[in-house]
């Protein structure tokens, strides 16, 4: 079946480093990849997404580009901020294989410090 | 804006109580989710439905059920609350497919059993 396998955390960066968060899948058919941010004491959001292979999503200054030939969909930002602390969740979805269901990794907890 | 909202934010029950967790969602989504999320175990399904009186059980269906009379709302039931039950109740709903393929979370209900 599908999955998806996150770099394990916790991520501990000073301001203004630069980040990466791995994330692979498997799956069977051609994957949609997702990234989801919680932020404390909140829901899930959103982060960005892509589609088809080599499509590159962005959103707030993180980025990821969907990789085919690793499967992978690492997420990536050239300098954090504190307010970028949250779980980080890597997803993937196989219409074919899960129908409407969202394949989640295990997420990766990012603190960033002033 | 989508906006997804549950019932409660913090809610307090005794073993064995029957628990309603309440989920509106405002788009006209036709699938809907309930996860339970818990320190170390990530994200994990509990049901889901894909229309109206319509659902299917995710990977921990046991011990909960659920009720979709209408499109909009998509209620968690524990039938007898057990304190394993204390956790992060997560609800979503989804569009499926194309360039607005997203899925919304709401806030969770923190669900303590005592």
């Known amino acids: 079946g599908d999955s998806v396998t996150q770099m394990e955390g916790p991520v501990t960066l000073s301001e203004e480093a630069f980040l990466t968060i791995n994330c692979t899948y498997t799956a069977t058919g051609y994957p949609s990849l997702f990234w989801y941010v919680q932020y404390p004491g909140e829901g899930l959001q959103l982060l960005l997404k892509a589609t088809k292979a080599d499509d590159k999503g962005s959103n707030k200054g993180f980025e990821a580009t969907y990789r085919k030939e690793t499967t992978s969909f690492h997420l990536e930002k050239g300098s954090v901020q504190v307010s970028d602390s949250a779980v980080y969740f890597c997803?993937?979805?196989?219409?074919?294989?899960?129908?409407?269901?969202?394949?989640f990794g295990e997420g990766t907890q990012l603190t960033v410090n002033p | 804006d989508v906006k997804v909202t549950q019932s409660s934010r913090y809610l307090v029950k005794r073993t064995g109580e029957k628990v309603f967790l309440e989920c509106v969602q405002d788009m006209d989504h036709e699938n809907m989710f309930w996860y339970r999320q818990d320190p170390g175990l990530g994200l994990r399904l509990i049901y889901f439905s894909y229309d109206v009186k319509m659902k299917e059980k995710g990977d921990i269906p046991e011990g909960y059920s659920v009720s979709r009379e209408k499109k909009e709302r998509f209620s968690l039931i524990l039938e007898s609350a057990s304190t394993n039950q204390t956790s992060m109740y997560l609800c979503?709903?989804?569009?499926?497919?194309?360039?607005?393929?997203?899925?919304?979370f709401g806030p969770g209900t923190r669900l303590t059993v005592l």
């Open positions: 997803a993937l979805s196989d219409w074919e294989t899960s129908g409407s269901r969202l394949t």
């Open positions: 979503a709903s989804r569009v499926v497919g194309g360039a607005t393929d997203t899925q919304y």
